[in-house]
């Protein structure tokens, strides 16, 4: 069994490949990066022979392919679409199956900030994820689309609660990455950086759909603000989220669906901070002049910030995932909610790349195994399902990564 990752040299595909080496039926993982230096660093950390360094500029087109050709599955650990998308184009056109992390339903391309993404000449948009979906389904392709954290664990915990009643009305998934509460302290925004903290704010600014009202609706991010307790795993914590643009395929694989939205969990404080970034034109992508030059508010704003955001010597992130799904079986009214809270088990290996590596290397075990057969775009919630969700329940488990099911009739 062989697995090529993509994005090898960064966190989560660090996560990732070093998962899948502790695996003996595994024989190879491909790690790819423009930089032989960062992926030999990765190798060494991981210290197994089972990792190859693979030096490739993405944009080479044939060198790609050929590379991709040795494997059986691919895994996209990418930073934005225009990489996202141009890698899983040649994976579909080489024939490798592939799971990507990126939040979106590539059936059904995001129009906001689109992020550099290239369009084959002469294709719109909208039509581009389709075409993706349609040429998978003719090369035999597996394309496992959102998995990791969120999208990922998120989709497969509520697509398992939904398919477990009779008939689903309202679900909320609320999910994020924060740093442990002592550290939040000493950064700005109650937030340090455990992912791409560009992507962050992109999703912080861009227009996304929710359902209302059995209506899938436009709205702007960060909106709805809820505030709850989380009090489960011996957690005691008051916690803040927004609306985010998380979870889309849910938009078109659970149409049943009143309501729904995915929100981001923050440190109370977070998102009023935001909020005044926002008003002051702070997280704008419209060049403005400043003294006679051109400069871009966000990347002025991530300059000067990114340095107080990130992690200092010793300190930890959590993920926190609080999920809720009503809807009625046998006739009563119930609640199914999912819980989690996890921190690091490892000083190298942070709480992000735990939850959103770890799934996606299950995701890759399983695909290599053939245990996931459909062909196509495929979202977390419909590849993982029946007996394999269990299973993938189980593993998780296997990594002290530990989700918590909880059911209760209302009426």
């Known amino acids: 069994m062989k697995a090529l990752i993509f994005g090898g040299s960064g966190k989560i595909g660090s996560a990732i490949a070093w998962d899948l080496s502790k695996d003996k039926e595994i024989e190879e993982i491909g790690i790819v990066g423009r930089r032989k230096q960062a992926l030999e660093k990765v190798k060494n950390w991981i210290g197994s022979d089972k990792v190859k360094v693979c030096v490739l500029d993405i944009n080479n087109k044939q060198d790609s392919i050929d590379l991709m050709k040795q494997y059986k599955v691919g895994v996209l650990a990418l930073p934005n679409r225009k990489t996202s998308y141009k890698v899983a184009h040649n994976a579909i056109e080489a024939g490798l199956n592939i799971i990507d992390t990126i939040e979106e339903f590539h059936r059904t391309p995001d129009p906001f900030e689109i992020e550099g993404l290239e369009l084959p000449p002469g294709m719109a948009l909208e039509e581009y994820g389709e075409w993706l979906h349609n040429k998978a389904v003719e090369n035999g392709v597996t394309f496992v689309d959102g998995m ?70 436009e709205v702007d991010a960060t909106i709805d603000r809820e505030r709850f307790r989380f009090n489960k795993f011996g957690k005691d914590e008051e916690l803040e989220c927004a609306v985010t643009p998380g979870m889309p395929s849910f938009l078109f694989t659970r149409t049943q669906l009143k309501e729904f939205a995915e929100k981001t969990v923050r440190w109370p404080g977070h998102w009023q901070g935001i909020e005044t970034l926002k ?133």
């Open 279 to 411: 008003e002051c034109g702070l997280l704008d992508i419209e060049p403005i002049d400043f003294k006679g030059n051109k400069i871009i508010p966000r990347e002025f704003l991530l300059a000067m910030i990114t340095p107080r955001l990130l992690p200092n010597e010793g300190e930890t992130d959590v993920c926190v995932m609080y999920n809720t799904l009503i809807g009625k079986k046998d006739g009563k009214k119930v609640k199914i909610e999912y819980f989690m809270w996890d921190e690091p088990k490892d000083k190298d290996i942070s709480a992000m790349m735990r939850v959103t590596g770890f799934p996606m290397a299950i995701t890759a075990k399983f695909m290599l195994q053939g245990l996931i057969k459909e062909k196509g775009i495929v979202a977390p919630e419909d590849a993982i399902n029946g007996e394999l969700y269990d299973k993938f329940m189980e593993e998780l488990k296997k990594r002290d990564i530990n989700i918590l099911e909880v059911s209760e009739v209302m009426e």
């Open 148 to 217: 990791g954290f969120a999208p990922g664990l998120s989709n497969v915990t509520l697509g398992q609660g939904i398919r477990n009643i009779d008939e689903a009305e309202k679900a909320v998934a609320r999910v994020g990455g924060i740093p442990s509460k002592e550290a939040a302290q000493k950064h700005p925004l109650r937030y340090m950086i455990t992912w791409a903290f560009e992507h962050v704010l992109r999703e912080y600014m861009i227009k996304l759909k929710v359902i209302k009202n059995g209506e899938i609706v």
